[in-house]
């Protein structure tokens, strides 16, 4: 599987030219229960680095940022009605947009597994 990670604790994952897009397992637990969560409208185009996404939860807000460019191209309208699948599933049911991309390059600049592991220890 072809995940990387930002140091801001979002994932991505690849499948073909198209990033699915969440926050990892991590993240989630430091959050604590998520209550809300606002996706970003499909066609929205974002730079690496924008805010696409706020995720609130009993203990604060966070922005979730574009780990790469492109366009929203599809959102997990569940997660809507049931925000809380991000702390049950953050990395698979819990994800939150998928985004075409725009320059795979910048894929290059993401953490692998194994570096995010070594930045959450």
């Known amino acids: 599987m072809n995940t990387k990670f930002t140091p801001d ?6 499948e ?6 969440g926050i990892s397992n991590h993240a989630q637990e430091q959050l604590g ?25 009993v203990k604060a807000a966070s922005e979730i940022y574009a780990p790469v460019s492109g366009e929203i191209v599809e959102v997990n309208n569940a997660l809507t009605n049931e925000p809380g699948l991000v702390n ?16 795979a390059e910048e894929l290059e600049t993401l953490l692998n597994a194994g570096q995010y592991a070594d930045l959450i220890r």
């Not at 073909?16 to 897009?21: A, E, Q, R």
């Not at 209550?35 to 939860?57: C, Q, T, W, Y």
């Open 9 to 14: 604790h979002e994932y991505i994952r690849v």
């Open 33 to 57: 229960d998520i209550v809300f969560i606002e996706l970003p409208p499909v066609g929205k185009v974002l730079n690496k680095g924008d805010e696409a996404a706020v995720v609130e939860s």
């Open 88 to 103: 049950s599933d953050a990395e698979n049911g819990g994800w939150m947009f998928k985004i075409a991309i725009k320059n």
């Open 16 to 21: 073909g030219s198209v990033g699915i897009v």
